[in-house]
């Protein structure tokens, strides 16, 4: 019996049309806004918006600030993308065997993080990341250093966001990689003991080729999210201390909604989708070239 029209479109329709609401018609309009120099007052008034060509990609290229931005986005996703999978994996790893106890409240405690509210986060790690008072500067005194100003000093405020990030995001692709490791047959691993492999060499030959396909989900989304990092920064530093923790996303806000020139703002988004896309598709591709 075939499904009337009318009923797919009934269920399909509100769906089809809140996407368009809200997400394909804001991308259209984002594009166009791209190639004018619309600012806080065409908001009122559209007509006081003029087309400018790519005025605003030429301008993006040639700003400092946005390759500061860039390249401080760049650095926290070459450091945080693999100590996120490589202890994600680990933790999964160790939760995974069968002489771990506990296994739900580990998985819960790890996973915790990733749906806390970033805001009560950010209060947390600045008070623990204090120089004078924080826990983390406590600690290392007991061993007789002198912990830096984290937050404070240039050099040590992207590893501090970092620091956030990583432990803020282990916790979901723990949950992930466990999926995919409960998901290996046994008689794999039973084969190659059979065959002499010791515990790494199983992990090497055997877990690792068999995660693939949960390994190259992990780093795509990973490296999506990370490229659009905003939240951590924004809360912990505001960009400082001199634009050393200023990211993309971070850059975009600052123009579109501090600035308001939201046409300056979209040209850069529309730049980090380019970014994203690009990085995306090598990915994807470079795993069609393994299978």
């Not at 980090?272 to 299978?291: C, D, G, H, K």
Request: proline share 5%; aromatic share 18%.
């Amino acid at each position: 019996m075939k499904t009337p029209l009318r009923a797919i479109i009934g269920f399909i329709g509100p769906s089809i049309i809140l996407l368009l609401i809200f997400m394909l018609i804001p991308i259209v309009v984002s594009l166009v806004i791209s190639f004018t120099d619309f600012d806080v007052y065409a908001i009122y008034d559209w007509g006081r918006a003029s087309f400018i060509g790519f005025e605003n990609y030429v301008n993006l290229m040639q700003d400092p600030l946005f390759w500061r931005a860039l390249l401080n986005t760049l650095y926290a996703l070459v450091v945080a993308m693999p100590l996120t999978v490589v202890l994600a994996l680990s933790f999964a790893t160790l939760i995974n065997r069968e002489a771990t106890y506990f296994k739900n409240f580990f998985k819960v405690s790890f996973y915790l993080p990733s749906i806390t509210n970033t805001v009560a986060i950010a209060i947390v790690w600045a008070w623990m990341l204090n120089p004078d008072y924080g826990l983390i500067n406590w600690f290392l005194g007991l061993f007789g250093i002198q912990g830096p100003n984290w937050l404070g000093d240039p050099i040590w405020a992207m590893p501090s966001v970092i620091m956030l990030v990583v432990w803020k995001a282990v916790g979901y692709n723990i949950i992930l990689f466990t999926a995919g490791l409960q998901n290996i047959p046994d008689y794999l691993y039973e084969a190659a003991e059979l065959d002499g492999a010791s515990r790494f060499q199983q992990f090497l030959h055997v877990t690792i080729p068999s995660l693939r396909p949960t390994i190259f989900f992990v780093t795509v989304m990973t490296v999506i999210g990370y490229l659009q990092l905003f939240e951590e920064p924004y809360m912990l530093t505001a960009g400082g201390p001199l634009n050393s923790t200023l990211s993309i996303v971070l850059y975009l806000y600052r123009q579109g909604f501090r600035f308001f020139k939201l046409g300056y703002a979209s040209s850069i988004a529309f730049m980090l989708f380019l970014m994203i896309f690009a990085l995306t598709y090598m990915q994807m591709s470079a795993r069609r070239s393994e299978v």
